[in-house]
């Protein structure tokens, strides 16, 4: 099992300057919360440092592809501070602006391309989509037990419950139907079940 390593310190300061001021959309808890869950998800696992760093620096990346900044980028100030292995597996589990053919993609083609993509990604990167996953469900999970008003915790996420309910349902499906799929993947299924049935 991965160990705390200066690596993942970097890697988890690297995070929290990032996202520096960025709170969990409509709660007060900072954004840094989430890589260092993510983190302990994945430690929890047995994975292995790159694993854990890609894990931790995952929407540092998709920020970036958002932004749609070019690979030298991402190379400079992912590539060489952490390594070309956490960089290409956090590629894996983002989605993309555009396809292999530089066409812009819309929402919803983001989301079926990083679907396809995962079909055919190393393992290690649908672990970490699904950690990422797993990490995003329990939260909302949580929150949904902790409030009187669903719909407060449903309002406050893109899409709202049918959308959110439905990509990570289709997330959990490509991650299942994978070749070998990984323990962490029976655990987000549980947790979509109760969130499915808190949802009802």
Not at 63 to 89: C, H, N, T
Not at 96 to 123: C, H, K, N, V, Y
Not at 170 to 175: G, P, Q
Request: net charge neutral; with cysteine; aromatic share 4%.
């Amino acid at each position: 099992m991965t160990g705390y390593s200066d690596r993942i310190n970097h890697a988890l300061a690297f995070a929290a300057k990032h996202h520096d001021q960025q709170v969990r959309r409509g709660t007060k808890p900072p954004y840094t919360t989430q890589p260092a869950n993510v983190a302990v998800i994945l430690t929890r696992y047995g994975c292995d440092e790159d694993t854990v760093v890609a894990g931790i620096l995952l929407d540092v990346v998709r920020d970036y592809a958002r932004e749609s900044s070019p690979a030298e980028v991402l190379q400079q100030r992912i590539g060489e501070k952490f390594g070309a292995g956490p960089l290409e597996l956090a590629l894996m589990a983002s989605e993309r602006r555009s396809d292999d053919d530089g066409m812009e993609l819309s929402a919803d083609e983001r989301r079926d391309d990083l679907l396809s993509r995962l079909a055919i990604a190393a393992p290690a990167a649908r672990i970490v989509a699904a950690a990422d996953a797993l990490h995003v469900a329990g939260s909302l999970l949580a929150d949904l037990r902790r409030t009187r008003d669903a719909q407060s915790v449903w309002g406050r996420l893109p899409g709202g419950r049918a959308r959110t309910l439905s990509t990570l349902g289709r997330l959990h499906e490509r991650l299942v139907s994978s070749p070998a799929p990984a323990p962490i993947v029976a655990e987000l299924g549980g947790i979509l079940q109760a969130l499915a049935s808190i949802a009802a």
